[in-house]
C-alpha cells in the first residue's frame, strides 16, 4: 500500500512538472504577427498576464505571477511596446518585460495637466532626441504649423508609444493632431443650443470641466452649469480658472483677495469664457462640455467626498455652502 501510494505520488509530481514545463518552455503560437503587448505605467503585471492568457499567448496567468514575484521580475517591468515576431514560451515573454527593454518606449499624459506640465515631462524622457528643448511655446506651435496663439489646451492627454531615439516635435505632433480628432467629432455631435462661438470655445469649457470635477457622472452637470451661465450673462466664477492665472503666486491655497485681483483668467472680474483653455482636457470632459446635462442648475459645489451638489437657485446654493463647506447645516 505504501508503494502504491509513493508511486502514485511521484507519478503525480511528474506530470505536474511535466505540465509546467510545458506551460512555460513550450512556444505558443501568435494571435498575429508580430504581437505587441502594450505595458502602460499604471499596468501591473498581473493585468498584462490576465491579458496575454485571454489573448492565448501564455497558458497560465497564474504560472507567470508566481514566476515573476519569485524571480522579482513584477519589480522590473518598464513601460513600454514589446514586440515578438515568432511562436513564444512564456520564458522568453517574462524575460523580455524583465530586462526592461522595450521595443518602443512610453509617456503618459495625464488629463488636467497644463502644457507646462507636458513639457516637464517630455524633457524628463531620456529615450526622446530633445529636438525641442530650446523652443518657446510660441516657436513649438509654429514647428508644427499650429494655427493657435496659445499651446494651452491643444494636447491630447494619453500615452503614446515611440521609438526610443525618435523626436519631441513628432510626440507634440502626434498629442496636437489627435486633440484635433477629438475635438472636431466634439464638435460636430455637440447639442444645438451651446453657447460655444467655435470648437475652440468648447475646448476652453472642456478645460474648465476637467480641472473642476474627475467624477465621470458630474461632468456633464458641471457642463450644464457653465453653459446655463454663459446663456444669461453670469459670470463662470470657477476658482480653477483663477488659480491658473495666478501662474506661481498660487501656494495651494485661494483667498478672497485672489479673487478680487483681476486677470484675463479671473472669472469672478471678468465675464464669459477666459482666453485660453486652463489645462489639457480629456475625451470624457470634452464630451461633456459638447453635450451638457438638461438642467437649470446655475451653481455647484464640492460636497467633500468627491461628488458635487448642484443647485438652480442662490438660496439653495446658499444653505449647501452651509452644509458642505461652512458646516453649519444639519
Known amino acids: 500500500m505504501q508503494k502504491f501510494i509513493f508511486r502514485s505520488l511521484v ?8 505540465w ?3 506551460v512555460v518552455a513550450v512556444p505558443v503560437t501568435l494571435p498575429s504577427t508580430p504581437y505587441s503587448v502594450a505595458v502602460a505605467p499604471s499596468r501591473t503585471l498581473s493585468q498584462v498576464a490576465r491579458s496575454l492568457e485571454a489573448e492565448g499567448v501564455i497558458r497560465n496567468r497564474w504560472v507567470m505571477i508566481a514566476l515573476s514575484r519569485i524571480s522579482g521580475a513584477d519589480r522590473k517591468v518598464k513601460p513600454g511596446l514589446y514586440e515578438f515576431s515568432a511562436p513564444v514560451a512564456m520564458w522568453e515573454v517574462l524575460r523580455r518585460l524583465a530586462e526592461g527593454s522595450p521595443d518602443q518606449g512610453s509617456l503618459t499624459v495625464i488629463e488636467g495637466w497644463t502644457f507646462a506640465q507636458f513639457r516637464q515631462a517630455v524633457a524628463r524622457e531620456p529615450d526622446f532626441t ?16 499650429a494655427p493657435e496663439t496659445s499651446a494651452e489646451g491643444l494636447f491630447f492627454p494619453s500615452t503614446y508609444f515611440f521609438v526610443p531615439g525618435s523626436s519631441e516635435l513628432e510626440l507634440y505632433r502626434r498629442a ?20 460655444y462661438a467655435n470648437p475652440y470655445e468648447l475646448l476652453i469649457a472642456a478645460s474648465l470641466i476637467e480641472k473642476e470635477t474627475s467624477r465621470e457622472e458630474d461632468r456633464p452637470m458641471v457642463s450644464a452649469v457653465f453653459a446655463n451661465r454663459l446663456k444669461i450673462g453670469m459670470r463662470l466664477q470657477t476658482d480653477p480658472s483663477v488659480i ?6 498660487f501656494d495651494g491655497n485661494i483667498r478672497k483677495g485672489d479673487l478680487k485681483r483681476d486677470t484675463p483668467y479671473n472669472t469672478y472680474t471678468r465675464g464669459g469664457l477666459p482666453p485660453t483653455p486652463i489645462a489639457l482636457p480629456g475625451r470624457a470632459a470634452l464630451e461633456a462640455a459638447a453635450r451638457p446635462a438638461e438642467t437649470r442648475a446655475l451653481y455647484f459645489v464640492a460636497r467633500g467626498d468627491g461628488s458635487t451638489h448642484f443647485s438652480e437657485s442662490l438660496g439653495e446654493h446658499n444653505a449647501a455652502v452651509r452644509q458642505f463647506i461652512l458646516k453649519k447645516g444639519q
Open 11 to 18: 507519478a503525480l509530481l511528474a506530470a505536474a512538472v511535466l
Open 20 to 22: 509546467l514545463a510545458w
Open 130 to 145: 530633445h529636438d525641442t528643448a530650446r523652443l518657446s511655446d510660441a516657436e513649438l506651435l509654429a514647428a508644427l504649423g
Open 176 to 195: 496636437y493632431r489627435t486633440m484635433q480628432q477629438h475635438l472636431s467629432r466634439a464638435w460636430e455631435g455637440r447639442a444645438v443650443d451651446l453657447p
Open 244 to 249: 491658473y492665472g495666478m501662474g506661481v503666486r
